[in-house]
């Protein structure tokens, strides 16, 4: 028994000895019979592009900011004598226009006109007295001629009314003065408007009893209004500004944005100065832009008025930027540079120094010459030196 088992395990030995080898045999001849695989260049193939053409152009710098609607005449009014108030305007309410030289309010005049005649009075009495003492001075000048009689200058001075006459001609600079003045008080018991103005707020009604120096109303000349506008220091340079680089301000466009379904106001400005001081939180410049005829009273056009305090859009027309090359800004690349194509078409990534910078394009100053190839695709991987082939049927813009 011990004997049969020996013999079928060398059995099963064998069989797998057989089987291994030709296993073994087979491996071999698949590896010796395998086809070469086929040997792939290792050069990139080179990246399909669009390009345009660098061109130079003539631009016109235009800054864009927000702004303050400020007023440039801003008018207390006050009452310059005391006394009742019997008649105000109609027009002196909040909103209302007054016109140049429009009454605003009128104070009770009788007493300032007594104090007139009073002082018409007095200036007549003074008249008198320079008479009176001239006339003396006369007569004892006759006198003195008559007698020969010497005498000290001060006693002749004395003889001659001189002290009096000076005296009564001081009486009467005086009392002119007085009735000069006493005119002037009556004729300011009529509140008057020194330009057109606009009401903000009154301080009376009649029966008030006001003194001098009392509120009357508080108003804004309507002539012009600011604009004031702050904006980077980096822009101050492209922007004509009088008294430091022009003669001529910037032409300016203000426009008052209106709510859902309002229409938009646009009126046209200029730029009239730079403010002295810098904005203390951004470190801007402050420049003031003046718009005239603001509410549209001397165009007749009240459907546009431009809103004291209001927060508008102004566009500045500012230097022109001669012979450059403009580019749209999306193919600006990062970091300020440009993808172009060179004559062996390979790729070169340029950087470039930016003149200005607006809402779609770019002025390049340096870095690009006219005629550059300049590459508009973006989806591969930029690698300077890499071979480039251009788009069949690509055009040059």
Known sequence: MAKEKKVNIKSQLIKI???LCLAGGISVFFILTKPEPKKVSSEVLPSTVSIVEAKRATGTVWVEAMGTVKAVKDLKIISEV???VIWINEKLIPGGIIQKGEVIAKIEETDYEIAVEQA?????????????QEGAARSAKVMEDMSKISASSQAKELRMKVPHIQAAEANLRASEKLLEQAKKNLVRTEILAPYKILIESEDIEVGNYVTRLSSIAEAYGTDAF???VNIPLSKLQFLNIPGINSTQGSKAKVTLQGTKGAKEVVKNGRLLRLAGSLDASGRMAKILIEVDDPLGLESGNRSEVLLLNSYVKVELEGRKLNSMIQLPREYLREGDTVWLMDDSSKLVINSVTIAWRDQDSVYISDGLVEGDRIITTNNFVPIAGMKLRLIEGSANE
Request: overall charge neutral.
């Open 226 to 228: 600011w604009v004031e």
């Open 82 to 84: 005391g006394g009742r």
């Open 120 to 132: 018409e009075a007095n200036l007549a009495m003074a008249k008198k007295e320079l008479l009176i």
């Open 17 to 19: 000895s057989i089987i």
